[in-house]
């Protein structure tokens, strides 16, 4: 079970240009667990509270968001805990873990940018990079076992189990880029050439095709950001003001699954909304 409370506050600012916003919000979420299996810590019935403050500068000059032909938006965002450990005499290598982890402690950063160029008529070319890392304050506390990323399918999210990130990359299965509980660190990039087959405002409809790559690492010291897995796929959007968008992806992954020696192939992939 989950409990959250979220009190935010955002403001247009006008330098450098009248495109940037600031957005400001406190967060409050207890993780309740029962039978709850990981192999991040010791107990299956107990409790974790998240308490965080999160600020996002945001640019955002893109004017149709259903079909841009140009503009760009980027993100930047850090999240913060009290680095309770860091104020505290208690000797965490010792402690328990429903104790280490009754309140979380870390700092998680993320970037993302985007740009659309019309290259002919309504040809566009989108281009996408993104970033995350979580860390922790103490080492004798480590990262935390929630709000980690996982890598790889559709990146619908829907329910949030634990606080977790998905992070989409078509031509593989989902969540099968990272460790089964996550990482704390990836990066994905994303090239895409869409062309309209209908560009009616109640029935927007266009065909695409992209070239992706990103991987996901446990480590800082191991992060490497041009070995990733590649993939390239075809790919239809449909706009219906219903239901916003809906797409259907066929995405061909060219390397190994972590854990297979087997490429990934083909994958099918269903989305909703605006998730790649």
């Known amino acids: 079970k989950i409990i959250g409370l979220s009190i935010g506050l955002g403001k247009r600012v006008k330098w450098p240009d009248d495109y940037f916003t600031i957005q400001n919000s406190f967060n409050i979420n207890r993780y309740q667990l029962e039978d709850y299996q990981t192999s991040l810590f010791d107990f299956s019935d107990g409790y974790s509270n ?12 893109v004017f149709n968001p259903i079909y841009p032909r140009y503009g760009s ?4 965002n850090l999240e913060l805990t009290p ?3 860091l104020f505290s005499d208690k000797d965490y290598s010792t402690m328990g873990d429903q104790e280490k982890f009754k309140f ?9 940018g985007t740009w659309f160029n019309a290259l002919l008529g309504d040809l566009v070319l989108k281009t996408h990079f993104e970033f995350g890392f979580l860390s922790a304050y103490n080492k ?6 929630f709000e980690r990323f996982f890598v790889g399918g559709d990146g619908l999210s829907g329910y949030s189990l634990d ?6 990359l078509r031509g593989y299965p989902n969540s099968s880029l990272s460790e089964n509980d996550g990482a ?4 994905k990039y994303n090239l895409e050439l869409r062309y309209p087959i ?4 109640n029935s927007t409809i266009y065909m695409l095709c992209f070239a992706e790559a990103g991987n996901a690492w446990m480590d800082i010291n191991d992060f490497k950001p041009f070995e990733v897995k590649r993939s390239l796929g075809l790919g239809l959007r449909i706009f219906m003001p219903m239901f916003g968008i809906l797409g259907v992806d066929f995405g061909h992954g060219f390397d190994n699954i972590p854990g297979s020696n087997v490429k990934s192939g083909w994958q099918t992939h269903f989305t909703i909304g605006q998730q790649f």
Request: net charge positive; glycine share 4%; proline share 10%.
């Open 50 to 61: 998240n308490i965080n403050y999160s600020i996002s500068i945001n640019r955002n000059s």
């Open 73 to 76: 938006r980027f993100t930047i």
């Open 83 to 85: 680095p309770y450990s």
């Open 104 to 112: 979380l402690e870390y700092k998680k950063f993320k970037a993302k």
């Open 140 to 145: 004798e506390v480590g990262i935390p076992p």
């Open 163 to 168: 606080g977790r990130e998905l992070i989409s």
């Open 184 to 187: 704390p660190l990836y990066s």
């Open 198 to 201: 209908s560009l009616n405002p």
